[in-house]
């Protein structure tokens, strides 16, 4: 498979560079030493366009190509792993209504959502269904003039900020995960509670939250005007959203990367500087080699989603390996820095913190493995 990146795709790539180094940058230190929500740069982001860029222009979005989609969260990712992961959380919610709503929905809640106006949710996990969405407890009963939701939502970013939250339960409960729906909610309808945001070891300006729901929800919020198409939209989005962590971790694993090879050119130890140490220079090869290979894995998914063919297996494995390859540079990036890379001067110990639940969201290494091998097994 060719993969191109056009001219268009690298402009808009530098100018997101630029953008991402002059905004978004210096306040990546604050917001994770403070654990300050990164949606303050929403209005920023908004402004250029990157709240809707994994939306058609017809549904209000910038249309870019998948391939330019991936460069631009890279950047993203490369100033604030925290800030990625907010925007990235708002497509799962608009990537959900694009693929799975129907047209009335897409024209009723994308464009703003794509300014920036309206802020997305994307509530699928369950305090007990993690890598199994399927065993998924919240139920959706049918009432007179559409339905009620009970149940709990687990690790949901941007839930507090968010206008609405795409929600996906049960209207079923004996059709397993042709049982599953998804509903369009108001954040702030009574009966949505939103907790306190988690408090976790990294990508702390990226807020997770649980909400629990007994609310009531009119019948033309259910996705798709359709019961039991859940659960596949939220695969087809969560495809998406594989390819966004891969692009999330080569933004980072670059940024490390980056500091790594300065520091090697400016420390010195006995008046030498310590890239002319052998034992450096290997490190730094591999962790250049490994990034490289991360990178041509996720724009060979980012292509193959261009195309707009079924990319699970290139999602997977884009997904599986820039996030196991970022935390081996990151940490070798640390490393290279001694001790000085353990303090929180610098930000290699926020890129290891921030990297490590590249891991788990979105699918766990363990779950893509089984994409992968399902995939292999079925040809
Ligand atoms: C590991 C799994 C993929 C396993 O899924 P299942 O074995 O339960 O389901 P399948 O039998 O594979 O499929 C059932 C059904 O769906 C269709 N399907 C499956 N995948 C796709 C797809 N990618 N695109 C389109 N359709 C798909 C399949 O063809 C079947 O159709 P029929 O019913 O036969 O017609 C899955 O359980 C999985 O991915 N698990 C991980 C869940 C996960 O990633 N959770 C994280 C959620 S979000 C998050 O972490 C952060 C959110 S945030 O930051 O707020």
Redesign the pocket.
């Known amino acids: 498979m060719n993969i191109t990146i056009t001219e268009d795709d690298r402009m808009l790539a530098d100018a997101m560079q630029r953008f991402c180094r002059e905004v978004i940058a210096p306040a990546a230190a604050d917001i994770d030493e403070g654990s300050h929500s990164a949606v303050r740069h929403r209005a920023a982001l908004s402004d250029i366009g990157i709240m809707g860029m994994n939306l058609p222009e017809h549904c209000g979005g910038t249309g870019v190509s998948a391939v330019a989609l991936y460069l631009a969260v890279e950047q993203l990712a490369a100033a604030c792993g925290s800030t990625a992961?907010m925007v990235?959380?708002h497509f799962?919610a608009t990537d959900s209504i694009l693929h799975g709503g129907t047209e009335a929905q897409r024209r009723r809640w994308l464009p703003g959502a794509a300014s920036g106006e309206l802020l997305g949710?994307?509530?699928?996990?369950e305090p007990n269904a993690?890598?199994?969405?399927?065993a998924m407890r919240t139920l959706a009963e049918k009432t007179g003039s559409g339905y009620r939701l009970r149940g709990v939502k687990h690790?949901?970013?941007?839930a507090a900020e968010a206008d609405f939250l795409v929600v996906y339960a049960k209207t079923d409960k004996s059709a397993g995960?042709?049982g599953i729906s998804a509903f369009i909610v108001d954040r702030h309808a009574a009966g949505v509670a939103v907790s306190a945001p988690e408090r976790t070891m990294g990508l702390r300006g990226?807020h997770?939250f649980e909400v629990a729901l007994d609310c009531e929800v009119p019948a033309d919020r259910l996705l798709g005007g359709e019961e039991g198409r859940g659960?596949?939209t939220a695969?087809?989005v969560?495809?998406n959203?594989r390819v966004e962590i891969a692009a999330s971790c080569t933004g980072i694993a670059g940024a490390a990367l980056e500091a790594a090879l300065h520091w090697a050119r400016t420390r010195e130890v006995n008046d030498h500087p310590i890239a002319e140490f052998q034992g450096l220079q290997w490190m730094l090869a591999d962790m250049a080699t490994e990034l490289e290979a991360a990178r041509m894995f996720g724009l060979r998914a980012a292509t193959r989603r261009e195309q707009g063919e079924?990319f699970?297996q290139e999602s997977a494995m884009a997904k599986l390996y820039a996030s196991e390859a970022a935390g081996r540079i990151a940490d070798r990036a640390l490393q290279i820095h001694g001790g000085y890379g353990y303090t929180r001067e610098m930000p290699l110990e926020r890129y290891v913190r921030d990297l490590r639940i590249m891991r788990i969201?979105?699918?766990s290494s363990e779950?893509q493995r089984?994409?992968i091998a399902?995939t292999l097994l079925n040809h």
Request: glycine share 10%; hydrophobic share 40%; net charge positive.
């Open positions: 992961s990235t959380a799962l949710a994307f509530a699928l996990t993690g890598s199994n969405p399927a690790f949901i970013s941007n995960h042709r990226g997770v659960f596949r695969m087809q969560l495809d959203g079924r699970s969201y979105e699918g779950v089984n994409i399902r």
